[in-house]
């Protein structure tokens, strides 16, 4: 790589944060970190009437539990300060100006109605929404058709303006794609995009050319929904005089929905029921509450993981890696082209493998808040990381956890005994009191076990036969670690309340 590599992921920040915007940090600080280069990030909050509350927090609060916190950001500003585009605010005017003195861009001075009425005149059948371009341009209020007189007159009186770029007809703007090879569009197709609004604000267009012109960006990697605006922004890295410094473009594949076609959206989270945001986002307007990755119980690592396979493999049949590992073989060379469709199923399982990988100390950490939501206290951690160890096989979430292990906390509350009643008998109930009569000390589950075998077989009856009703005794239900490993774990008083509590209700 011949320069210092600088990449930047660049979000609007007005809501929840998609894992699609994840998927691009992602790519962003792999390919950063594979090249010993600078991540950055840059806020790009230049639409007011789009602010959020707390938004710009969040969206730190994301990168963080992620681990892909940036080399330079509004928080850890680097030599490019500000990293917030409302702060630039001076920078962009100058550029705007220069394009309307070069004839690439026009004052434009036309109200809301004009525009309407605009839209209304070239409205037809084939073009139910004309656009602001070469084909209606000519008819409009702007400084291409007012003489400089008028133009000036028009501003001196404070009456507001916007700088439009104007798009050339019949012209074809080519570019490389480091993900989709050579990509051309005809420029007649895309309309004369406002570049600075009437409040001073630079719009997206104009900004996110100049910040990356500014910041020295190297290469800008985006998602696909953005490929569209890429002429607008290459005529202007031209139009500017910066081609040479233009960054290298890659449009990331879209994230798609499971089922038919089309972007994986907030709406079919709801519907198929997981969730889209890395966290939970609160809307502060309307204070609705959507559940996150975190919240769901991921781990930050296996989200990481789900997030690179969303586009991405490494040519080989490895599916589970570490962040490190990411950084070490990450290539766009094999990145997709096409969409890639989630699959939430699939995602739990890398989140189950990490969970195996994870260590067990960290686990009782981060799964301790959902045996709190279920009610259970767990006092004493040294027992969680204990249980967190009986269970993790079986956990696909950190919320598993305390479906899997609040039993050897707190005794089950019901029972499944529709699966022990039909088979109960009275040498079964004899049988189990017998034990616990004899048990006296805790000894190792194996002992525990071979104990209660042969007495079964003196008595008459198969171990096999009175297990799963040991089991429904001590657990609740049909599932959790061995029996004996349970009896270990909660000692020989609660085992034998348990007991007892069943027999009880089975005379
Ligand atoms: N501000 C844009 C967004 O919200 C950034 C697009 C780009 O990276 O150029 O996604």
Redesign the pocket.
Known sequence: MENHVRV?????P?GGLHLG?VR?VLFNYLFAKKHKGTFVLRV?DTDQTRFVEGAEQYIFDCLNWAGLNPDESPLNPGAYAPYRQSERKPMYRQYAEQLIAQCNAYYAFDTPEELEQMREQYKTPENPSPQYDHRTRGQMRNSLNLSPAEVQELIDAGTPYVIRIKMPENETVQFTDLIRGSISNETQLVDDKVLLKSDGMPT?HLA?VVD?YLMKITH????E??LP?API?ILLWKYLGWENEMPHWAHLPLILKPDGNGKLSKRDGERLGFPVFAMEWKDPKTGDIVEGFKEKGFLPEAFINILAMLGWNAGTEQEIFSLEELCDLFSLERVHKGGAKFDYEKAKWYNQQHIQRADNARLAQLSKPYFEAKGVTVADDQKLEQAVAMVKERCHLLSDFAEQASFLFAAPVTHDLDAVKPKWTAEKSAFFTKWMDGLAQLDEPAAMEAAFGALAAEEGLKKGELMMPLRIMLVGGKFGPGVFDIIHFIGLEETKTRVQHVLAALA
């Open positions: 930047r992921f660049a979000p609007s007005t915007g691009t790009e997206y996110v990356d800008a990697f985006r998602g929904e953005w605006s922004h």
